[in-house]
């Protein structure tokens, strides 16, 4: 990648030829490992499964939210992908202006428009799964959401932003300690992009992804940055040319 295609979020220089670790949250929660290939020119990647692991909470509120997404989708377990990808964020907001409204009587002032669109799309995961309006429907409430959280305008909103960069920073620490990627730390996809002045301005995500104890000081060494746009073509582009060397 050229230079003008990720934004460093952290100072911390890379180390050549060091693993590196991608990981994406989207209409999924996307991980890979990139390193060296046996020639020691070209990168290979190693796709992986690892969003799909069993979701850990750390606290009380990320455990009503697990119990509240094992309900609303009706799942024997929850994975990390439940709470940290596309839809996870419409149903933390749901969750989030319930719990909120109990303990501080705040209710959110997008909450009818965003909970009447809510209620479609719950109908139709549930008896239309393979409806081709559902992503759409989801990047819609994402942005809705995303847009008030970060401009200050709702409270719930800004509330579901911070978890969700919570819970994305603590999976991305997860993955990284299974990796120790000093090449980089990787963040992609649509959800990322739309969040990305957060990640870089607040903190939330970085602390989230640091706390992890003892192991802190490695995580502290790895660079982390945010890919600024879609590489699935690119990756593609990158095949098909080592395929015609």
Do not use: W
Not at 109 to 119: G, S
Not at 135 to 145: G, P, Q, S, T, V
Not at 206 to 228: C, D, F, H, Q, T
């Amino acid at each position: 990648m050229t230079r003008d295609m990720y934004t460093e979020v952290t100072s911390i220089p890379s180390v050549p030829g060091a693993p590196k670790l991608l990981i994406g949250t989207g209409t999924g929660l996307g991980e890979a490992i990139v390193t060296k290939g046996q020639a020691g020119d070209d990168y290979v990647v190693f796709p992986g499964e690892g969003g799909h692991v069993d979701f850990a909470a750390r606290n009380e509120t990320e455990f009503g939210f697990m119990m509240y997404v094992k309900r609303k989708l009706k799942l024997e377990r929850v994975s990390y992908e439940r709470c940290c990808c596309g839809l996870a964020i419409p149903l933390m907001f749901d969750y989030l202006n319930e719990t909120m409204k109990k303990e501080n009587k705040v209710d959110s002032k997008v909450y009818n428009d965003i909970r009447e669109h809510l209620m479609k799309l719950l109908d139709l995961l549930e008896n239309s799964p393979s409806d081709e309006s559902i992503n759409k429907r989801i990047e819609e409430l994402d942005k809705a959401i995303f847009n008030a959280g970060m401009n200050k305008e709702d409270k719930v909103c800004e509330a579901t932003v911070d978890m969700f960069a919570s819970l994305y920073g603590a999976e991305t620490g997860n993955a990284a300690l299974k990796v120790l990627p000093y090449g980089g730390i990787y963040l992609l996809s649509s959800v990322t992009l739309a969040m990305k002045d957060h990640i870089i301005k607040d903190k939330t995500f970085l602390e989230s992804m640091k706390a992890k104890g003892r192991m802190r000081g490695l995580l502290e060494k790895m660079p982390v940055y945010i890919v600024n746009q879609d590489v699935g073509a690119l990756g593609a582009e990158e095949f098909v040319s080592r395929k015609v060397k």
